[in-house]
């Protein structure tokens, strides 16, 4: 029986590479001290494995930026535009450019796009394909990554974890028509034979493939793909031990295809999917091992011993002792570093949880645990049961009025009293906004002084009077300047929230803050998402003070600003002792006491936001309608309970939904605002076979650039729009909130999005149908 990890997280319990990667693109250290940062995080971290006992310790878990990105400059994978600094800088510079774009010395290029690592709140750089494409064995980083390794570790296993070509593939991008990037398959795998041959020959006894697309919907050509890929690599090297690693799902339809793939070990996610394991002992060809991926690498609780030893026993009676090993589900670059840091949490809370580093150590008890002639009597199997039964009681979880009320839901709850067209009515007479109505999205800049001022709040160098009074002031002039530029529904500007989520789950009970508990997002971005341990309740109102203090300065309507519950359950680590949507329905029955207590105060208009409803789809398109159906619930609890004539708003910051389309339609909203203006209004084309029923306010500018858009863009796009939604549906703002911008930069854009509305009332004033060549 061996254990192991597949990855440790690569920040820094410290986030010193966050540190050292700002300081070095900031020219304030050298390459020679950025790459002893790099030194000392890998040895701390292998020590952490050695220490704990783990019988093979993992490397190329390592990244300055991102593990796809390492993959792509290993492969020479390296876009065109990049050619010129890949001649003339250094490795490094290539990297951080292909990483981060490079716009210095009359270079402007842009970086590889980003995107989120399958379900979860990583996000890496996206491969980019042409169809002749060359590849050549480029970067060495892990053939050094591979020496250095097996110099710090004398007498261990050494194993090198490897992005598996097929996932490489699948997870880029083909960037001309008329090819398949699969078609490049053969070519790439030349490289990764001259990779294993250097390994090998350094000594390598075992490669972990990492292949989580195996736990995706595959086309048949894309599991051809993986045999010859593997039946390759396989006759080119019989002696190395390969282990093939799937995460973040269950392999399901793929699992015939994954058992007979010609590896060594197979390794399976059991925290995600524990059901598999029945099917997979069932179809594992005798030669074959199973890694067990027990020890959950994307939550922070506590392994349960007690059901992790059943798996492991049902597994060791299938395939004998020597056959299983014991693992994390997947990487832990998905936890925190190091519970040992957290010296302010409640203590009972903080005995229920476990980060990366004390998973490592859960990994080799188990295997301890499950060879223990006296089980009964191992302290650890002991204290961990006990641990769980006060859990399982524990006063600070269990809210009997929450569960009440969860059980007490009828239909009605997600329904408003009356369907759009009767609100609509209700709301014009009410609201009397013009055509094309303005509004932004809820956040001003979020200045170096805001942020000063929280700062010294939350360090109690001012009072929270000063700190209110500020802040007051703050909203006063953004309501004064949105007044002078006509914008017509107004905001507060969020001065008093430091980040979406972080802000609403201070004020909710069932939510604890660690003081350390980061993981990468990406690069040198890190966040540090909120634990939620227990049943949700809200107990006194949360930003009805600011949005009604909004409204006392303006004539005008000003929209109250809420973060939806399915949003703030994605963004956070969520409890495992209940479905995922009992936790987001009580978060739901919260901001619905919000929304009700803003309604009373006098908000005629309530923005809540979902940006994570399209994130939460599960991997596998089956499983969607399940999500789908609880995530939209969860929404029409939070908005449900309004008088007709209050307006509901939400906000979503993406534009592939054409495949979500009716279900957003279903959540009711009477306006969405949406990001759209990246794609050129490409999403609209959803909406020429969908009639979409609500209001809608596709964003005209980007706010993701400093540039200042020009009148005659947002009047285009304002124009495409108008082909395909009537124009008494549609709304004008941005793409999202303003908070990364400048004032400077914000003032000019909305100036210029208000001129925009007004020649497009000018325009469209009294045309029936509008044609446009
Ligand atoms: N209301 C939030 C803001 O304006 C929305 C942010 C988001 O969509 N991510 O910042
Ligand atoms: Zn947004």
Known sequence: MQTHILGYPRIGSRREQKKANEQFWAGKITTQELLAVGENIRKENWKIQKEAGLDVVTCNDFSWYDQVLDMSLTLGAIPERYKTIAESKSELELYYAMARGFQKEGWDITAMEMTKWLDTNYHYLVPEFTKNQQFSFYSQRIIENFKEAKENNPGKNVK??????????????????????????????????????????????????????????????????????????????????????????????????????????????????????????????????????????????????????????????????????????????????????????????????????QKVTEVATLKKLALSSDLQNEDELKQNIATFKARETSLLIHDEAVKARLANITADDSKRKNNFAVRQKAQQELLKLPLFPTTTIGSFPQTSEVRKYRSQYKKNEITE????????????????????????????????????????????????????????????????????????????????????????????????????????????????????????????????????????????????????????????????????????????????????????????????????IQNIADMDADVITIECSRSQMELLNAFSDFKYPNEIGPGVYDIHSPRIPSESEMIDLLKKACKVLPKEQLWINPDCGLKTRNWEETKKALLAMVATAKEARRIFADVKEVQFS
Request: charged share 25%; net charge negative.
């Open 465 to 660: 009077e000063q700190y209110t009074e500020w802040l007051k002031n703050e909203i006063k002039e953004s309501i004064l300047w949105q007044e002078e530029t006509y914008i017509d529904v107004l905001v507060h500007g969020e001065f008093e929230r430091n980040d979406m989520v972080e802000y609403f789950g201070e004020q909710l009970k069932g939510f604890v803050f660690s003081q350390n508990g980061w993981v990468q997002s990406y690069g040198s971005r890190c966040v540090k998402p909120p634990i939620i341990f227990g049943d949700v309740s809200r107990p006194q109102p949360m930003t009805v003070f600011w949005s009604q203090y909004a409204q006392s300065l303006t004539s005008k309507w000003v929209k109250g600003m809420l973060t939806g519950p399915v949003t703030i359950l994605q963004w956070s680590f969520v409890r495992d002792d209940q479905p995922r949507s009992t936790t987001c329905k009580q978060i739901a029955l919260a901001i619905r006491d919000e929304v009700a207590d803003l309604e009373k105060a006098g908000i005629k208009i309530i923005q809540i936001d979902e940006p994570a409803i399209r994130e939460g789809l599960p991997l596998r398109k089956s499983a969607w309608q399940e999500y789908l159906e609880w995530a939209i619930e969860a929404f029409r609890i939070s908005a449900s309970l309004v008088e007709d004539s209050t307006q509901i708003h939400t906000h979503m910051c993406y534009s592939e939904f054409n495949d979500i």
């Open 160 to 357: 090198p974890a490897i992005l598996g070509l097929v996932s490489y593939l699948l997870l880029g991008k083909e960037k001309e028509n008329s090819f398949d990037r699969l078609d490049l398959a053969s070519s790439i795998l030349l490289i990764y034979e001259e990779i294993l041959t250097e390994l090998q020959a350094q000594g390598s006894e075992f490669i972990q493939w990492d292949e989580p697309c195996l736990c995706l919907d595959l086309s048949p050509k894309a599991k051809e793909t993986y045999q010859k890929v593997y039946q390759y690599l396989r006759e080119k090297f019989p002696k190395l031990q390969f282990i093939l690693v799937t995460y973040f799902g269950g392999l399901k339809d793929n699992l015939p295809l994954a058992a007979t793939l010609p590896i060594d070990i197979l390794h399976i996610d059991l925290a995600r999917n524990p059901e598999q394991l029945e099917e997979v002992l069932a179809a594992l060809p005798k030669e074959k091992k199973l890694s067990l991926g027990l020890v959950d690498g994307r939550n922070i609780w506590k392994n349960n011993f007690e059901k992790s030893l059943a798996f492991i026993n049902q597994a060791v009676e299938h395939l004998g002792v020597d056959r299983v090993w014991i693992a994390t589900s997947c990487s832990l670059l998905h936890s925190p570093c190091d519970l040992d840091l957290e010296t302010k949490l409640n203590p009972e809370i903080r005995q229920w949880l476990a980060f990366a580093k």
